[in-house]
């Protein structure tokens, strides 16, 4: 399985970005897809993550500011970010696991300007 993710970019505090990432390959159901974050100095730490049945579970610190969603039959994953803040920026992974395994991708640079 691979993990492709893109939509990361450059924004000023307050803005939105959308965050998307297609799975190729199988991957059993149930599952869970979702996005990871990792700020320099600091350990990577869930952001939101999503069912196949469309369960949602998000950090207190992005609550009612980001919404993760899925598309099943492509495979992919969505993050939209509103109301952005300096501390929001890292790199954001995605990620899926299944029953079997866990995939990551390689990851895309969200930075928040004050």
């Known amino acids: 399985v691979q993990l492709q993710a893109s939509g990361g970019g450059l924004v000023q505090a307050g803005g939105s970005l959308r965050l998307f990432c297609a799975a190729s390959?199988?991957?059993?159901?149930?599952?869970?897809m979702g996005w990871y974050r990792q700020a320099p100095g600091k350990q990577r730490e869930l952001v939101a993550t999503?069912?196949?049945?469309?369960?949602?579970n998000y950090a207190d610190s992005v609550k009612v500011r980001f919404t993760v969603s899925r598309d099943n039959a492509k495979n992919t994953v969505y993050l939209q970010m509103d109301n952005l803040k300096p501390e929001d920026t890292a790199v954001y992974y995605c990620?899926?696991?299944?029953?079997?395994?866990?995939?990551w991708g390689q990851g895309t640079q969200v930075t928040v300007s004050s």
């Open positions: 390959g199988f991957i059993f159901r149930p599952n869970v």
């Open positions: 990620n899926v696991k299944d029953y079997r395994s866990e995939f």
């Open positions: 999503v069912t196949s049945g469309g369960s949602a």
